[in-house]
């Protein structure tokens, strides 16, 4: 009972000294009122500043020179130029969020050089260019001009990075909205026509690909009579030379008579007229093999990209047909040669046609070779680009015109001449008939020229074979192909897509702009940024205040008074003092918040008992150490405070702090008290207000082991310091 009173006695001591001296109360009442101030204007400076982002200047340059979205559909619709730049900075002067500044380029980067602004946007010239390549074949990414100047404000650049996010945010809605209203508008188009002619549509193009079939199997008898032909003059080149040997015999024994000789090749006269007819009928089968491949191929183009394999399938089959023609082709170069070479005097007109046929033949690999590309971009893409067939087509329709050139060619240049040339040749045969030993020379002449008539011609056969092959297969394709459209065309998938593509494009635009809305359900929600952070603040203030109270107030009893006291009477008797001070700056600081700065807190009451009970632990540890250690003790509490700052997870979430931060965070008193205060200001939740308050009371019997016991320990070792300190004039 002693031992309390002399405790309290200690603290009514103190109490008089100050309320008897009025420069001790005027010090009294600074050293409760300042720490609040610290708290109120952090608060007050941090109470909306996101509202304030508009003095925050942010240059914005548009050099852009717009694009027309209506060339890449191919369609005529209105509004379909768009100018990514000039709808930035429509809505950018309707944002109030920044302090958009509409300069040119130079004095955008001039004044983020020079600080003038914080940051500055530049749209390049080709920026809605290049955007609007996302709906073609050739794919560029635009790029916007960023300048930022980091050196001027560490947080101004954040926000001036979210001003600019909100541009790139205005950049993707304005295209999304603009495309897709032209889009809309196009598909909204092909729907209307689909409905009312799909019927139409489907019988044109089975009515193309059964024509196309019905070429095929003239093309197919065209062929089998070609066969017929060039096998009745093989079997003609046969006869003739089976008798050549028996001439041979009858001149070098002098048996027969000239007379003889001539009926043999009378006989064999009419190979001219066989031969060049043949010629004519494998020219006018290969220009038919070209207008075929060329309906198809307009049979083809009418098929959707729902099609595509069909329409791969189809490229494939034109590749083979064509192939089929220029085997043709080259076997026609092939017998027209050996022919030419073999008359007495060759025809001109036929080398010509040689030449003829060889450019076509290379235009024809070209087009296979164009086939063939085709069909490996729709097998890829699932669709046939319309560059690609606009080519394609331009391409067989000049086949088509290359090779009527060539049989006009053939017929009013060459396919007379070259018969009266072999006639001619039969004609000097029978001329020197009467000469055994001119006729022997010229048996050796015709025996060679059909000789190699023969294998030219059975090359051609077997071309004719293998295109007729290929024309057969070709055929079973185009059935598929009629089967494909047919059930395109009754696809319940293909009508639904086009019932949807009916909807009105205003609507259809707005929500590919904003295909989701957001309902934002706020849990615990904080009206301010201020109110957020008067937690920490006011905590940090409530700490800052004990650090005042152990600068200007002295932690030990003078000795005179300390006289025969035990070293806890003192210890506790001068913590009452600083203890009153404490619970005094605690209530200043909570008051001043919720009636002063009117912060939100749902539960005043409980956040100015957190207010106390922050400086209730606050004054233990500060005090302990100080009246334990001195000067050193003081260091240290100052350290403590700045490792508490850094990793309570006050301003940034603890989950974004270097590792030791995280680790030591749940040891830190400041860590609790600003959970317990959040408790208070937006709402509780269970019993986590008395947790965090609880986890705290450790710290009071740790203050008490090293102002006490510890202080025994290290008493003469810190009156060591104090003293050699001292010495120094300086501490």
Known sequence: MIHVKNIWKIFIDDLKHIVLNPVAIIIALGLIIIPSLYAWFNIAASWDPYSNTKGLKVAVVNEDKGASIDSIFDTDIDDSLINIGEMILDELRKN??????FVDSSDAIDGVESGKYYAAVVVPEDFSQKISSVLTTDIERPVLQYYVNEKKNAIATKITDKGVETVQQQINETFINSTSKVFSKVLNNYSEDWSTDKETGRNDVISSLTDAKKDL????????????????????????????????????????????????????????????????????????????????????NKLTDASADTVADSLKNMQGLLQAGLDQINGVIKVLGTLNQSLPVPISDASVLQQQLTALAKQQQEVINKLASAEKTVRQTKHLPDDVEEDIGNSLDGLYNTISEVLNFYNGRVEVPLKDSLDKTYDALGVTSGALDSIGGLVGQVDGTLSSVTASSQSLIESLDSARSLIGRSQERIDDMIESVNKVADSKQLNKIMDIMKNDPEQFSEFMKTPTDMVTNKIYPVETYGSAMAPFYSVLAIWVGGMLLVALLKCKVEEKRAVGLKLYETYLGRYMTFLLFGILQALVVALGDLYLLKIQCLHPG????????????????????????????KAIAIVFMVIQVAGSGGTFPIQVTPRFFQMVNPLLPFTHL????????????????????????????ISLLVGIVLRKKVLELNEFFEEKLSETGIF
């Open 96 to 101: 109030d969020q920044i302090g958009w500044q």
């Open 217 to 300: 199997n003239q093309v197919v008898d065209t062929i089998t009579m070609l066969q017929s032909t060039l096998q009745t003059v093989n079997t003609l080149n046969d006869g003739v030379k089976g008798t050549l040997p028996d001439v041979n015999k009858m001149i070098t024994s002098g048996g027969q008579t000239a007379d003889s000789a001539k009926d043999l090749i009378d006989a064999s006269r009419g190979f001219s007229g066989i031969m060049t007819d043949g010629l004519k009928d494998t020219l006018d089968n290969i220009m038919k093999i070209e207008e075929t491949v060329y309906e198809t191929f307009q049979a083809v």
């Open 674 to 701: 600003i959970n317990a205060m959040r408790e208070c200001v937006a709402g509780m939740y269970q019993n986590d207000y008395w947790r965090y308050l609880g986890n705290v009371v450790i710290f009071i019997p």
């Open 606 to 633: 409980k956040f100015i008992l957190a207010a106390i009970f922050a400086s209730i632990i606050f004054n233990s540890i500060i005090y302990s150490m100080t009246i334990s250690f001195g000067d050193v003790g």
